[in-house]
């Protein structure tokens, strides 16, 4: 297959593999994630990647001239830059890279992480992708000098052109795969070979390791005791942290605001303990910190779209 001469990793094992297919499992502390990869093109491969966990220690190495597009579907992903350093893939975002920095650390705010990557092998697939289509050149180094001076990674906010390329790759019927694909592949070169790049140069916001770590630190204290409710202005005193930074960059790790992902993480503990437990509903409520039973049935209903009630029943 291609790419079988690259080293991905000692906690990455091939699980199964036939002719043009093979999936991976990728094993660490805190859980595990699956890459199914189709060889495409002579030197283009499509990994479906769904994880849950954490974070993974990438042992990702390779020797050969790479361009790889990763597209977020579900989740975060943490990426670790130089200078101590991190940025934040979302769902929908797009990002390329060269893998020559792939050998380090991620982590995924919200455990757990779905989507794709396009691999390309240039000196592998750089010919056989430049005359695919009569009249319509594709010139995979130029793309690269483009998305990816000196290395650089490139980051494209979620939009529509992106969605429309991508959202239908997440759900084909297998006999028709391949050729989907391939289909899909050249819309997404053209796309990139027309796009403008922006005076930022795809530069997502940064933030440094000890912001985040002390946002790592407050969502851990936010959510050993769940019945407490906090300011933001005491979050701000408690971990010495600037109010306007503090809320920038939570949202910058965890994609919301301090109020919404509590919420979400409250409700989701109720719906545990609904789908686990007889424990009436009003002793739930005040288990997840809320001492008015029709404040908490509105708010389940927000994020779970039916009443706590409607929802036990459902999971019976």
């Given at each position: 297959?291609s790419?079988?001469?690259?080293?991905?990793?000692?906690n990455?094992?091939?699980v199964?593999?036939e002719?043009?297919?093979?999936?991976?499992?990728?094993?660490?502390?805190?859980?595990?994630?699956?890459?199914?990869?189709?060889?495409?093109?002579p030197?283009?491969?499509?990994?479906?990647?769904d994880f849950?966990?954490?974070r993974?220690?990438?042992?990702f190495?390779?020797?050969t001239?790479?361009?790889?597009i990763?597209?977020c579907?579900?989740?975060?992903?943490?990426?670790?830059?130089?200078r101590?350093?991190?940025v934040?893939v979302?769902?929908?975002?797009?990002?390329?890279?060269?893998?020559?920095?792939?050998?380090?650390d991620?982590?995924?705010?919200?455990?757990h992480?779905?989507?794709?990557?396009v691999?390309f092998?240039m000196?592998e697939a750089?010919e056989p992708?430049?005359d695919?289509?009569?009249?319509?050149?594709?010139?995979?180094?130029?793309?690269?000098?483009?998305?990816?001076?000196?290395?650089?990674i490139?980051?494209?906010?979620?939009?529509?052109?992106?969605?429309?390329?991508?959202?239908?790759?997440?759900?084909?019927?297998?006999?028709?795969?391949i050729?989907?694909?391939?289909?899909?592949?050249?819309?997404?070169?053209?796309?990139?070979?027309t796009?403008?790049?922006?005076?930022?140069?795809?530069?997502?916001?940064?933030?440094?390791?000890?912001q985040?770590d002390?946002?790592?630190?407050?969502?851990?204290?936010l959510?050993?005791?769940?019945?407490r409710?906090?300011?933001l202005?005491q979050?701000?005193?408690r971990?010495d942290f600037?109010?306007t930074?503090?809320?920038?960059?939570?949202?910058?790790?965890y994609?919301?605001?301090?109020?919404?992902?509590?919420?979400?993480y409250?409700?989701?503990?109720?719906?545990?303990m609904?789908?686990?437990?007889?424990?009436?509903?009003?002793?739930?409520?005040?288990?997840?910190?809320?001492?008015?039973?029709?404040?908490?049935?509105a708010?389940?209903?927000?994020?779970?779209?039916?009443?706590?009630?409607?929802?036990?029943?459902s999971?019976v």
């Amino acid at each position: 297959m291609s790419f079988e001469n690259i080293d991905m990793g000692k906690n990455v094992s091939l699980v199964c593999q036939e002719e043009g297919c093979a999936v991976f499992k990728m094993k660490d502390d805190t859980g595990d994630g699956m890459m199914t990869m189709y060889n495409v093109f002579p030197g283009v491969v499509v990994l479906y990647n769904d994880f849950h966990m954490e974070r993974c220690a990438s042992g990702f190495r390779s020797n050969t001239n790479m361009l790889c597009i990763d597209h977020c579907r579900e989740g975060r992903i943490e990426w670790e830059m130089p200078r101590n350093s991190y940025v934040y893939v979302e769902a929908g975002d797009l990002q390329v890279d060269t893998r020559n920095s792939h050998f380090c650390d991620f982590s995924f705010p919200l455990s757990h992480y779905h989507g794709i990557t396009v691999g390309f092998l240039m000196d592998e697939a750089a010919e056989p992708l430049a005359d695919v289509l009569e009249g319509i050149t594709f010139d995979l180094h130029f793309l690269k000098k483009k998305y990816c001076p000196e290395d650089r990674i490139f980051f494209m906010r979620a939009g529509r052109n992106i969605e429309h390329i991508f959202s239908e790759l997440y759900e084909l019927p297998e006999q028709v795969r391949i050729p989907y694909l391939k289909i899909k592949i050249l819309e997404m070169l053209l796309f990139l070979s027309t796009q403008e790049i922006p005076e930022s140069g795809g530069e997502r916001p940064y933030f440094y390791k000890t912001q985040v770590d002390k946002i790592k630190s407050m969502k851990e204290f936010l959510t050993e005791d769940i019945t407490r409710h906090y300011t933001l202005e005491q979050l701000s005193e408690r971990f010495d942290f600037p109010l306007t930074s503090m809320k920038l960059c939570f949202k910058g790790v965890y994609g919301t605001s301090v109020y919404a992902y509590m919420k979400d993480y409250r409700m989701n503990a109720a719906a545990l303990m609904l789908r686990q437990s007889d424990v009436n509903i009003v002793d739930i409520a005040n288990q997840v910190g809320y001492d008015n039973a029709s404040k908490f049935s509105a708010a389940f209903k927000s994020v779970m779209g039916m009443t706590p009630a409607a929802y036990r029943k459902s999971a019976v």
